[in-house]
């Protein structure tokens, strides 16, 4: 150590005391001259002594060997000595376990020193010594310092309790330090309050399931009260506590919110972020319609704009958190974009963060100060910053289009400066418009193909030939431009390689004549000259279709591309919502959850962000959007009935259910069985293209073969459903239920009326729940996405009761088939027919409508079976106006199959009665509304025509009844 | 929690070292010496070598103050030629390890002045007292100067009675930790000073891109006891409150954001948006604001660059100022980038001096003083090299230093009122300075 030679002036002379001497070293036998003086009688020596000891640790020399000299000079007075002694005991304890027992008594006796300095002293220390069988000494001094009566001792007790903790976690839980530290969150002392909360927390992280820290109205009040009181430091550690906690109810979440909002103006950054923190995460909880809301938003714009002020690295820190913040909700900083302008004398990280920021906040109404801005950076002299920009600017015209054009001219103009980077970034970012706006700016290709020969990266290379290959068709000299990357093929790294066997195929089916030659030549290079497999494959797959079906070959390599998104480099929402919670932490500067970079168990436990729980009533869903995967959530909503059971289900949580409520009637459990099933599956695959339940319980094929087994219902349907997947498969393979009557897909919307969209469909109803099952169908040239669906008013209030959701978009050519949940609780209004529904579809090209009817038994609800007396009640109530007669003409069924085939759509037999070889049934039907009807079915043996009685109250209904009860029997 | 702390020399020399917590030795660290079997001393050394290799002898700029070595993440910030490192393994809060970062060389610098090499040396002892006592188990503690002076000195701990211990540690402790009882004057003065600096980012056509001031009040308070002190200006919000009462001749000013001391009670500002406080003893920075409307742009930069053929470029820049006549600014320096290739540069200016400086790459242009309402200009020709470099000058902004006696944000002190219960003497015993310095910050216009 060179510098640790220095001579420096002596003590004696100045007046100032300088240290720097200790630095200084005799080499030659300095470990046994220390010795000789810190045995020395003379106070001053020994200190002098000691001093140069630590000089030695620090500078990284082993002193290990004077630890019995050290130790000796522990029994002193002198404070100055004693730290001294301690700050070497702390470094050394460890290595030498044995002599450290020597310092117990001093610490044992120093914990009971008049002096609390002294007392909190040895406290601190004692827990820095990390001996094992040191650590059981030190139990009691801590216990007493715990309830010290001087606040200054305790709150370093309390930091004592986690560092013992560390050392032997079993220990303070048998001598109880535990519940003295949680008693310590009570202390009058807010700074022990502080020290108490951090201590609790750091020992509640590596016990992630014990609920340590306890949080409740009453302890949150008290660390509310603390935080007002405490020093800057304590003040982030109990926000930081805060916001582990989760309000019961949007109250309480206000509440707290109120009371950690004056934190926004603290000096401390870090009191800031831990503040923002606290407040974005129990906003969640807020109802969006509240005025609170808003003004919660608005407060929290002005601090974090505050903390760009701040020094460089808290700028970074608070810029890295601001970036998640606009990803969660970008109208808190959606008119501050000024702010993350750069500034030329930032340092390079701020630079990068900013820019990240400002391309995440533009939008049409700032886009041109931005792309002003962002030319002005295309020119620094950070090379990453540059190519940065320029990507940037290319990320503007893909999410501004109104900005695209002048993005374009934007980077035609820094192509223009041959700046070679800057070149090859604006090639790789205007490949991507083309994509987004495919035949819009094709212009531009002869100024990109001038710059060919100075690209020298793959992604720039392997750019340029996708846009030669993609448009060949316009490139005169597109097979030329291809041939001279073929030189080099070998050389060329994957990436350029696949791209360049593409782009010659490509090129090969549009001009076919002329590039049979080079066309072979890529595919002999691919298959025969090359190692790596997925270009070989990527060659015989286009050999194998070029040769056999070059109309094929057309369809599959010159095929429309999906649009790309306008987004880029967004972060998944679960992991943002897990950062969320990791406002101003490591995580959130990195961008990674903990787990990632924290080893152990710390930081395992993965934190969400509290759902939405009105106290008060709302009848909002949950933000689609906003809250990633609320697929199960959503699930138990749109299931009004056996809704638990369901949920159960659909979360594959295998424990039997215990539903206590009454059986559902069979028929319709075992439906609801079968189409979990789907469901399940469904979800298992995560996938909404080939719905496995629509082909087990929607398909009509399906419906007629239940038709098929008029069977009387098998005695395993009383077995309880839901026991585990093994059951559900077993109750598919037993007896085939009548299942309830889903009439055959009819095309509802022609394509010619649709600019290609076609959609076809039917009704059903599954398990209590009312679905509307559609095939897309896109019969158009381009790919349709954003569909949406509405209802209008109909008269018995059916509207959707989520979105259509079709996830990925519909290709042309493309079917899909979707079935959406329908609930009863929609606007209600009389329509003519009454069953006819008035439907809106929307897509990314258009809307359209059209109308169709819906067999009314889809209204029939499961607990329609009346009871006799009360059905004898009701018949005679109703006025005989209310009654009218109908014809089922040509039914082959006895009396006993059509009841079973009716139950299935829950029409329900109460009584039968024969009178002269007439069977008359009894049936009831209630209809979602709550309307009951009631139906005398008569059946004479041997004539194939039924009479039927219908009477309601609303005897409108009647006609759309009479259809299903043929409809149902017929099929 | 932070798991150590490290200071390093510009060579990467440690001078300081505190390890909180065992974990930050368990590397392994790429590129560092790795003994087998080393001590547990050793193996510290090991996260102490890997911030040296993989950041100070690093051969690429800082690309970011956070850098994570094998699993072990190192915050660092750098004064003057001084690294200091904050270690750690866990999922600390990253703004709190800064915060300190910056609250310790505060303490440093409170303690024995400017933070170098042979301070630190020379204070080495101390240090360590300090890390003991403001970093406890990686948790900070009390880092107030005030308070930390009472019991850590550079003179050796004083013997103290009992009297004053319990009144160190009820101070260290207590809800007014940064200003101790007893504190008595003969006058009792206080000086407020209303520092601003003003930035600006102008387009070469004189829009302005950006301006904001950024703003402190620091306050000198010699006062006895335990003060109760209320700030007022003219901040719109309140003067809106309190309505038409005759304020309608004071020009009031929109506060986008501000932050206050400790000793701020933070929840009365935020209900009533009054700014009371009991003040430590001395020195202390009372309130940090930000605004961004009404600014008072005290220079205008008007630039002209010509591009003469490819050897020759012509500069042309004209300085005009903008407040009272009456108000003289002071220490006005332009600077004006030149580009790398400059060989030789002529410069004529109206008022002042000027120069070319080679190893800045830029003409520096200095007027001691000059009043509101005036106009200056300057104007350079600047030959240059033939280069076969094919990317072009970046024109960095020109950049533009001074000091105005003015606030221009347009903030005002109202009142100060000094309340002491206790004490026998008033509000209107106190005597109260306040002055009003304006700097530029960031203050360039692109050309």
Request: aromatic share 8%; glycine share 6%.
């Amino acid at each position: 150590m060179e510098w640790a030679n220095q001579l420096c002036e002596n003590r004696q002379f100045g007046s100032k005391m300088t240290d720097s001497k200790y630095f200084t070293t005799t080499k030659k036998g300095e470990i046994f001259e220390l010795k000789a003086e810190l045995n020395s009688d003379k106070k001053e020596k020994k200190k002098e002594a000691v001093k140069k000891v630590i000089a030695s640790m620090t500078v990284g020399k082993d002193v290990s060997a004077l630890f019995p000299d050290v130790v000796n000079c522990m029994q002193t007075d002198n404070l100055e000595l004693k730290k001294l002694v301690y700050l070497y005991l702390m470094n050394y304890a460890k290595s030498q376990p044995d002599m450290a027992i020597m310092a117990v008594n001093t610490f044992v006796k120093d914990c009971e020193d008049a002096n609390p300095l002294i007392r909190a002293l040895a406290v601190r220390t004692m827990g820095c010594i990390r001996v094992d069988k040191i650590t059981e000494y030190l139990c009691e001094p801590l216990r007493k310092c715990l309830k010290d009566e001087d606040p200054y001792v305790r709150k370093t007790a309390a930091v004592c309790v986690a560092k013992l903790h560390d050392i032997n976690a079993q220990l303070v839980e048998d001598q109880g330090f535990l519940d003295t530290l949680k008693d310590l969150i009570s202390d009058s002392n807010p700074m022990v309050v502080a020290n108490a909360v951090a201590a609790l927390s750091e020992i509640a992280e590596s016990h992630p399931n014990s609920n340590l820290l306890d949080l409740n109205p009453q302890s949150i009040n008290k660390l509310l009260t603390a935080l007002n009181e405490c020093t800057e430091w304590g003040q982030i550690f109990i926000l930081d506590c805060l916001a582990n906690y989760t309000p019961r109810d949007d109250r309480e979440s206000q509440s707290i919110c109120e009371r950690v909002t004056p934190r926004l103006s603290h000096a401390n950054s870090a009191v800031v972020l831990s503040a923002v923190k606290v407040l974005m995460k129990f906003m969640e909880m807020l109802p969006k319609d509240l005025d609170y809301y808003s003004t919660l938003l608005k407060k929290l714009a002005p601090p974090l704009v505050t903390l760009l002020s701040a020094e460089p690295e808290l700028q970074y820190v608070a810029l890295r958190n601001i970036n998640l913040i606009v990803q969660k909700r970008p109208e808190i900083l959606k008119h501050e974009m000024k702010v993350f302008f750069v500034k030329y004398n930032d340092p390079i990280y701020v630079k990068l963060e900013k820019l990240d920021i400002m391309i995440r906040l533009a939008s049409q109404a700032n886009i041109a100060q931005v792309l002003a801005e962002l030319k002005e950076y295309a020119t620094e002299v950070d090379v990453d910053f540059v190519r940065k920009a320029v990507r940037a600017i290319g990320r503007c015209a893909i999410k501004v289009e109104q900005s695209a054009e002048r993005c374009v001219s934007t980077l035609l103009d820094l192509i223009q400066t041959k700046v070679n980077y800057v070149v090859q970034e604006a090639i790789v970012v205007i490949k991507d418009i083309f994509r987004k706006y495919p035949n819009k700016y094709e212009s531009v290709i002869a100024t990109l193909c001038e710059n060919l020969d100075s690209l020298d990266e793959p992604e720039a290379r392997a750019a340029m030939i996708w846009i030669v290959g993609e448009y060949a068709e316009r490139i005169d000299n597109a097979d030329e431009l291809l041939e001279s990357f073929l030189e080099g093929f070998h050389d060329e790294s994957t990436q350029v390689q696949l791209q360049l066997l593409t782009a010659i195929v490509k090129l090969f089916l549009k001009k076919p004549t002329e590039t049979q030659e080079l066309v072979q030549q890529v595919l002999s290079l691919a298959t025969q000259d090359s190692d790596n497999p997925d270009l070989r494959d990527r060659g015989y797959i286009y050999w194998r279709l070029l040769s056999t079906d070059p109309v094929a070959a057309k369809e599959v390599v010159l095929a429309e591309k999906p649009l790309i998104s306008e987004e880029t480099d967004l972060i998944e929402p679960t992991l943002l919502e897990e950062l969320i919670c990791h406002i101003g932490t490591l995580a959130s500067v990195y961008h990674k959850p903990p787990s990632a970079f924290v080893e152990g168990s710390r930081g395992v436990m993965h934190k969400r962000l509290p759902a939405r729980t009105g106290s008060g009533e709302s009848t909002e869903s949950p933000d689609v959007g906003a809250a990633g995967g609320s697929a199960p959530e959503a699930a138990p909503s749109i299931i009004p009935s056996q809704g638990d059971l369901l949920g159960d289900l659909l979360n594959l949580d295998m424990a039997p259910p215990t539903t206590s409520g009454p059986p559902p009637p069979s028929t319709g459990m075992q439906m609801g069985g079968m189409d979990l099933l789907g469901g399940g599956l469904d979800s298992l695959m995560g996938d909404e293209s080939e719905p496995l339940g629509g082909d087990i319980g929607g398909s009509p094929a399906m419906g007629a073969g239940f038709g098929a087994a008029p069977a009387v219902m098998p005695a395993s349907l009383n077995a309880p459903v839901g026991g585990g997947l093994g059951d559900l498969f077993d109750l598919g393979g037993v007896g085939m239920p009548m299942g309830a009557y889903i009439p055959p897909k009819i095309v509802w919307l022609p394509a010619m009326k649709a600019k290609g969209l076609e959609i076809s469909g039917t009704f059903a109803r599954r398990a209590g729940v009312i679905q509307m099952e559609l095939i897309l169908t896109n019969k158009a040239m381009s790919v349709m996405t954003d569909f949406a669906i509405q209802f209008n008013r109909n008269s018995f209030g059916l509207a959707p009761a989520g979105p259509l959701q079709v996830l990925t978009p519909l290709g042309p050519n493309q079917t899909i088939e979707v079935s959406l949940p329908l609930s009863t609780v929609g606007p209600v209004m009389k329509m003519d027919p009454l069953n006819n529904l008035q439907v809106a579809v929307k897509n990314n090209i258009d809307v359209f409508y059209f109308s169709c009817q819906y067999p009314i038994s889809m209204l029939f609800v499961e607990d329609g079976k009346m009871e006799r007396q009360v059905f004898l009640a009701t018949w005679k109530d109703i006025p005989n106006d209310n009654e009218s007669q109908f014809q089922i003409k040509d039914c082959h069924l006895n009396s006993d199959a059509a009841s079973s085939k009716l139950q299935g759509s829950n029409i329900f037999t109460i009584a039968k009665r024969t009178v002269e070889g007439q069977d008359m049934l009894y049936m009831s039907i209630k209809l979602s509304n709550g309307i009951w009807v009631l139906a005398e079915l008569r059946v004479q043996a041997g004539n194939p025509n039924y009479t039927i009685s219908l009477k309601c109250r609303a005897p409108e209904v009647s006609q759309c009844v009479f259809q299903c009860y043929e409809a149902v029997l017929k099929n | 929690m932070i798991g150590g702390l490290f200071i390093y020399n510009h060579k990467g020399e440690v001078l300081i070292s505190r390890v909180y917590r065992d974990d930050i030795g368990k590397g392994p660290f790429p590129n560092c010496f790795h003994k087998v079997g080393c001590t547990e001393s050793y193996r510290m050394r090991n996260a102490v070598d890997a911030f040296r290799v993989n950041v100070i002898h690093a051969r690429q700029q800082v690309r970011s103050p956070v850098t994570n070595i094998a699993r072990t993440s190192f915050f660092h910030v750098k004064r003057s030629n001084i690294w200091l490192a904050a270690v750690t393994k866990q999922n600390v809060n990253a703004a709190m390890v800064f915060e300190f970062l910056y609250k310790m060389c505060d303490v440093m610098t409170a303690y024995f002045g400017k933070i170098s090499e042979e301070n630190i040396k020379n204070n080495f002892v101390l240090i360590y007292e300090l890390l003991d006592e403001i970093l406890d188990f990686g948790y900070p503690q009390n880092s107030e100067t005030g308070a930390l002076k009472t019991f850590i000195t550079q003179t050796g701990i004083k013997s103290q009675s009992k009297e004053e211990q319990s009144q160190i540690t009820s101070q260290v402790t207590g809800q007014i930790g940064w200003r101790r009882e007893g504190i008595k004057y003969r006058r009792n003065e206080l000086f407020l000073d209303v520092l601003e600096s003003v930035n600006l980012l102008m387009s070469p056509q004189g829009q302005v891109l950006s301006a904001h001031v950024s703003g402190r009040v620091v306050m000198k308070s010699y006062l006895s006891g335990m003060p109760e002190c209320k700030f007022g200006m003219n901040d719109k919000i309140v003067i809106d409150k309190q309505g038409k009462g005759g304020a309608t001749e004071e020009q009031s000013i929109a506060i986008d954001d501000c932050t206050f001391h400790q000793c701020v009670r933070l929840s009365k500002f935020d209900a009533e948006r009054s700014i009371s406080f009991i003040p430590p003893d001395g020195e202390c920075e009372l309130m940090r604001y930000r605004t961004t409307k009404d600014i008072i742009l005290p220079f205008r930069v008007i630039p002209l660059v010509r591009e003469v053929g490819r050897t020759k470029l012509e500069v042309k820049v004209v300085i005009k100022s903008n407040f009272k006549p009456s108000l003289l600014a002071q220490k006005i320096e332009v600077r004006i980038p030149t580009p790398l290739n400059t060989s030789g540069v002529q410069v004529i200016c109206m008022k002042g001096k000027a120069k070319y400086k080679a190893s800045e790459n830029a003409i520096v242009w200095k007027i001691k003083r000059m009043a509101g309402m005036k106009e200056s200009q300057i104007s350079a020709e600047i030959e240059l090299l033939p280069t076969n470099d094919k990317k072009k000058w970046a024109r960095p902004p020109i950049s533009m230093n001074f000091e105005v006696p003015f606030a221009p944000s347009g903030l005002k002190v109202r009142y100060l009122k000094v309340f002491e219960p206790k004490l026998n003497y008033s509000d209107h015993d106190v005597i109260k300075w306040v002055r009003y310095i304006g700097r530029s910050g960031i203050y360039e216009t692109r050309c």
